[in-house]
């Protein structure tokens, strides 16, 4: 009796050890209500101190853009960069990503999607506008702030990959 129940207990943990990863998964994955708030909330932009205003308009540009490139890509384009959006979100929740990669950035998704010439170009448009109305909406010392930070950015990055 005793072998049986150990057999069982044993069994048990062995399942709930093999689908913990699965469930902790499927919750990260499921969207937010607050999906939308994640860049005004980290990064450069939670530095920068923006007011509610100012992140409800970021908020607007973003899913202005994400619309807007939407409209340039193919079904089989929007499907593949979705897929490789989700791999690299499953990187980083696994402590992979940055540290190990290849410094790729954010912009590495879009060069396997064999884009045109003119999807290319309406892309470089698409983000040079977002970039544009994004910087309007800060304060004089906001953007000086910012373009600090992106300096820092690049030259850590120049130290840490000297080519």
């Known amino acids: 009796m005793k072998r049986k129940t150990l057999s069982f207990i044993a069994a048990a943990f062995a399942l709930t050890l093999t689908a913990t990863p699965f469930v902790a998964q499927a919750q990260q994955t499921a969207p937010s209500p607050q999906a939308g708030k994640e860049f005004t909330q980290k990064g450069p932009w939670k530095k920068l101190g923006l007011t509610d205003e100012q992140k409800a ?10 619309a807007e490139m939407d409209k340039v890509l193919t ?35 879009f060069a396997s999607l064999n884009l045109t010439e003119a999807q290319k170009t309406r892309i470089q448009e ?32 120049q130290q840490s990959n000297p080519q």
């Open 57 to 66: 308009k970021m908020q607007e540009i973003g899913r202005n853009t994400r």
């Open 126 to 157: 698409i983000r040079k506008s977002s970039k544009q109305q994004m910087e309007a909406v800060l304060t004089p010392a906001q953007r000086e702030q910012l373009k600090k930070m992106w300096e820092n950015k690049a030259s850590r990055r």
């Open 75 to 109: 079904p089989a384009q929007k499907e593949q960069l979705k897929a490789q959006m989700q791999e690299r979100r499953n990187q980083r929740s696994q402590g992979e990503g940055r540290s190990e990669g290849k410094g790729r950035g954010k912009r590495e998704p």
